[in-house]
C-alpha cells in the first residue's frame, strides 16, 4: 500500500476577482510530495507556480480542489488552525531575505521562537544552534548591514529552521545573490535536506539552481506541465562549511 504523500493538491483551482474581470491562477493542479522531497517549481511569470506555493504554505487557500497536509483537509481548517499548522510545520525563505536591519542576526533568528512564547534562555540555544546549522558560529552578533548577501540569506535560513520545521519553502532564495553565493545557498538547502530530512519546496527561474533539487515540476498557463526526476541532481555537501 502506498504511504501517504506529506502533501497532497488533487484538483485545486484558484480565481481571482469575478466577472469578466476573474482570473483563474490555477487550473486544476494535482501535485504529490513526499516526506524528504526536494522540488524544484519552475515556470513563466503567471504560470501559477507562486499562486501554488502560497497555498502550500497556507498563506492562501483553493477556490476549489483538496489540499491535504499529512492527509489532513488544510482548506476545512480555521483562519487560527492554518496559522498554527503554518508556525509549527512550514520554514519560509524569501528572495529579499527579510531581516530587521537594526537587529543582531541571533535576535533575528530568535523571532519566531519569541512569538511562540519561548524563554529567553531556550530562544538563545535554539539561536545558536540554528546559526552553527548554516555555519554562522561567531556572527550571532553582528547586523545584516555587517553581513555579506550569502551571509544574510543564510540567517534567513537560520529563521526559518530554529521551529524545526517539516517543510522549507524557498521563493526564489538565491534571487539577490551573485553565481557564487546563489551555489553556497544551494549547497546548503540540498544538504539540510539530505542530512536532516527536511522537505525543501523552492520556486526559482534559475535552471542552474534546480539542478539541485531531485524533482523539477514546471507549471505554464495554471496547470503541472511536467513533473520529472532528476537522476542528475548535484549532490550536497557538509550542512555546516564556512560563511559566504
Aim: charge should be neutral; glycine fraction near 10%.
Amino acid at each position: 500500500m502506498r504511504d501517504t504523500p506529506l502533501i497532497e493538491l488533487a484538483g485545486v483551482t484558484k480565481t481571482y476577482g469575478s466577472g469578466s474581470a476573474a482570473f483563474q491562477a490555477l487550473r486544476g493542479v494535482d501535485l504529490a510530495i513526499d516526506e524528504g522531497d526536494f522540488v524544484a517549481i519552475m515556470g513563466p511569470s503567471g504560470s501559477g507556480k507562486s499562486t501554488a506555493m502560497n497555498i502550500l504554505g497556507c498563506l492562501d487557500v483553493p477556490t476549489s480542489g483538496e489540499y491535504l497536509f499529512r492527509g489532513v483537509p488544510v482548506q476545512r481548517l480555521s483562519r487560527d488552525q492554518r496559522a498554527l499548522l503554518r508556525r509549527r510545520h512550514f520554514g519560509f525563505v524569501f528572495q529579499g531575505f527579510n531581516l530587521l536591519p537594526r537587529t543582531s542576526a541571533q535576535e533575528n533568528v530568535e523571532l519566531p521562537l519569541l512569538y511562540r512564547g519561548e524563554s529567553a534562555a531556550a530562544r538563545h540555544a535554539g539561536a545558536c544552534a540554528a546559526l552553527a546549522a548554516v555555519g554562522l558560529t561567531g556572527w550571532e552578533h553582528h547586523t545584516p548591514a555587517e553581513l555579506s548577501g550569502g551571509q544574510q540569506q543564510r540567517v534567513a535560513i537560520a529563521r526559518a529552521l530554529v521551529t524545526r520545521p517539516a517543510v522549507l519553502l524557498a521563493d526564489e532564495p538565491t534571487g539577490n545573490l551573485d553565481s557564487q553565493r546563489g551555489r553556497e545557498i544551494m549547497e546548503l538547502l540540498a544538504a539540510l535536506n539530505t542530512e536532516r530530512g527536511i522537505t525543501v519546496l523552492m520556486v526559482t527561474h534559475e535552471p542552474e539552481m534546480a539542478a539541485y533539487a531531485r524533482r523539477i515540476v514546471r507549471f505554464v498557463d495554471g496547470r503541472v506541465a511536467s513533473d520529472v526526476t532528476n537522476h542528475a541532481a548535484t549532490p550536497a555537501p557538509v550542512v555546516a562549511k564556512e560563511p559566504a
